[in-house]
């Protein structure tokens, strides 16, 4: 038996191969995407922290020229400054809630004079990152300048109130000028350190990028080299699989009596083996790799039920198990069994079609013989005198000769099938008791039983005759 190798497509084949090195270029990719939106998302920090201290100062400038002025212009410039901070503020506690409304800190960002893009990332970076070394103390930082900012927020107020009502008491505004400007030096060295920290930030997220890149790029490669050992491996065993396979069926083949053959549907070209040459004569330039080649080798008789079969397997994929008759080179024609199957496209057409070729000639004959001694052995028994009934080994009749018609009054197709006894009804002529089974005795002694007298038989219209029987075994 041909062992058969379940082989995948070309583009799998070729896509198990590369997989590996597609997988390791992806994820580097997805790292490298990674790496670029944290780097993206620190850098907007500091975009937006730089904003912040621009705003923070511009708002003391503005709060120093409204105690100067009293020009309400001032104080909204203040106003407008400060509310940058204030904007960063709110995102910032928004975000540091068990369940953030992004919406709202996303709002905060976009107050505060961050970039819309650059926002999602900030979040992003603030929620996965929010408990990192550097990126925690930033916050930190960030939150203590945050308080600073309210108490300047209460420091203006109270500038505002003091120059609204009227009051214009110079020392208490100078005293509130103090504070706002010894707030603004508190301020300088937390903007100081918020920068410092997301720089230092940055410069070791990207070392540690790097390196993550660095070694999942070493892995990916180790990962990808080993799949691609093993799949060679697995190359190479299937290549010595089908080696061993071809030599398997190559002795299977030329060990055997069968001829095989493949026919392509789609150009009419046929391949035989070998064998099939043998079989009938012909080299393969004589017999040609057509199916005219093949059909002017057939019998006339057998071209149209050839062609039937063909069409039936094709059409309906019905079996296809046929005998014909071939002219051999000799001018002989001998009978040859082919069987086959086809392969079939995905929508459901035959595409190809192959299978096998046996010389069957002396199979035939045999049949023919087997046949013709069993057409004697008829004529024989339907010309003796006597009545011959054969039944098999359960007492059922097989066969009733016409002799045998005329005397039990059963016709061979009204007996068929039915026990001996109901056939063939005999009784003792003395005694009117039944007349034991010849069948049963025949089939327990393994011998010829012969009763000459005392026999009646019972005819199916009631009329007895009196016979001689006897009963012998059939032996295959």
């Known amino acids: 038996m041909r062992q058969i190798l379940n082989f995948v497509p070309a583009?799998?084949?070729?896509?198990?191969?590369?997989?590996?090195?597609l997988a390791v270029v992806v994820l580097l990719a997805i790292l490298s995407a990674v790496s670029t939106s944290i780097m993206s998302s620190v850098r907007a920090y500091v975009?937006?922290?730089?904003?912040?201290?621009?705003a923070q100062k511009e708002s003391v400038v503005a709060l120093n020229r409204y105690a100067t002025t009293h020009s309400p212009a001032e104080f909204e410039r203040y106003q407008a400054a400060i509310a940058i901070p204030l904007g960063d503020r709110r995102a910032r506690e928004e975000l540091d809630r068990p369940a953030p409304n992004l919406a709202l800190a996303r709002q905060g960002f976009i107050d505060g004079g961050n970039h819309p893009d650059d926002i999602d990332g900030m979040i992003t970076l603030f929620r996965r990152f929010r408990h990192v070394n550097y990126i925690e103390r930033a916050i930190g930082i960030w939150t203590k300048s945050d308080l600073e900012i309210e108490q300047l927020g209460e420091a203006?107020?109270?500038?505002?109130?003091?120059?609204?009502?009227?009051?214009?008491?110079?020392?208490?505004?100078?005293?509130?000028?103090?504070?706002?400007?010894a707030i603004n030096a508190r301020l300088t060295p937390l903007e100081d350190a918020?920068?410092?920290?997301?720089?230092?930030?940055?410069?070791?997220?990207?070392?540690?990028?790097?390196?993550?890149?660095?070694?999942?790029?070493?892995?990916?490669?180790?990962?990808?080299?080993l799949l691609s050992r093993r799949l060679l491996e697995r190359s190479t065993e299937l290549e010595n699989a089908l080696r061993v396979s071809e030599e398997r069926y190559n002795l299977a083949?030329?060990?055997?009596?069968?001829?095989l053959w493949d026919w392509n549907v789609l150009t009419g070209n046929f391949y035989f083996s070998p064998r099939c040459h043998e079989l009938v004569g012909y080299s393969e330039q004589e017999m040609g790799n057509t199916v005219v080649a093949f059909i002017s080798l057939l019998h006339p008789d057998d071209r149209e039920s050839t062609r039937a079969a063909t069409s039936a397997h094709l059409r309906y994929n019905a079996p296809f198990d046929l005998e014909f008759r071939c002219r051999c080179k000799s001018g002989e024609y001998r009978w040859f069994r082919a069987r086959g199957r086809s392969v079939r496209n995905p929508a459901g057409w035959a595409v190809r079609m192959a299978?096998?070729?046996?010389?069957?000639?002396?199979r035939k004959q045999t049949e023919a013989q087997i046949y013709a001694e069993k057409e004697r052995a008829q004529?024989?028994?339907a010309s003796i005198a006597d009545s011959v009934i054969t039944t098999n080994v359960e007492g059922r009749v097989e066969y009733v000769n016409p002799i045998a018609e005329a005397l039990t009054g059963w016709k061979l197709r009204e007996a068929r099938g039915l026990p001996l006894s109901t056939v063939c009804s005999m009784m003792d002529e003395a005694t009117r008791q039944p007349i034991p089974d010849p069948v049963a005795r025949v089939l327990r002694d393994d011998a010829t039983v012969r009763v000459t007298s005392n026999v009646v038989l019972l005819r199916r219209d009631g009329v007895e005759i009196a016979i001689d029987q006897s009963a012998a075994p059939i032996r295959d």
């Open 379 to 381: 004529v024989t028994l």
């Open 11 to 21: 583009s799998r084949r070729l896509l198990q191969i590369v997989w590996p090195f």
């Open 355 to 362: 299978g096998s070729v046996t010389d069957i000639t002396d």
């Open 156 to 181: 203006a107020l109270r500038l505002h109130t003091l120059i609204q009502t009227g009051a214009r008491d110079p020392a208490a505004v100078q005293d509130e000028l103090g504070e706002i400007n």
């Open 194 to 225: 918020f920068s410092a920290t997301l720089g230092e930030a940055s410069r070791k997220t990207q070392l540690l990028l790097g390196a993550v890149t660095v070694f999942v790029a070493t892995l990916l490669i180790l990962v990808g080299i």
């Open 253 to 259: 083949v030329s060990g055997s009596n069968d001829g």
């Open 47 to 54: 975009g937006g922290e730089s904003l912040w201290s621009k």
